[in-house]
Nanobody
Framework: QVQLVESGGGLVQAGGSLRLSCAAS????????MGWFRQAPGKEREFVAG????????YFPDSVEGRFTISRDNAKNTVYLQMNGLKPEDTAVYYC????????????????WGQGTQVAVSS
């Protein structure tokens, strides 16, 4: 089993930045590919970033490319999502997720999920 705990959400003005953290426990962190997803009210959960087990590969959809970065510290069992240039449409609950294979953009491919952290961007 893997436990994931997100932190770092909050309220920020448009154009601002936030850094989300996700701390993992229960399994060797370096064996897990990690993803960040978000879900706004009335919308499906969507992929916003992924990072391979070693951190050597990262993935982003066009909607956040160039604004969001993902990184991981395997010594600290933590993955980060740095969000810059935030827009009101980035408002959502953000979740981190883990799986034992490679990064996937599909939520159903992930075995483990955190509880989520709210991000709100005001205009």
């Amino acid at each position: 089993q893997v436990q994931l705990v997100e932190s770092g959400g909050g309220l920020v003005q448009a154009g601002g930045s936030l850094r989300l953290s996700c701390a993992a426990s229960g399994r060797t962190f370096s064996s897990l590919a990690m993803g960040w997803f978000r879900q706004a009210p009335g919308k499906e959960r969507e992929f916003v970033a992924g990072i391979s087990r070693t951190g050597g590969s990262t993935y982003f959809p066009d909607s956040v490319e160039g604004r969001f970065t993902i990184s991981r510290d395997n010594a600290k069992n933590t993955v980060y999502l740095q969000m810059n240039g935030l827009k009101p449409e980035d408002t959502a609950v953000y979740y981190c997720a883990a799986r034992g294979l490679g990064v996937s953009v599909w939520p159903n491919d992930y075995n483990y999920w955190g509880q989520g952290t709210q991000v709100a961007v005001s205009s």
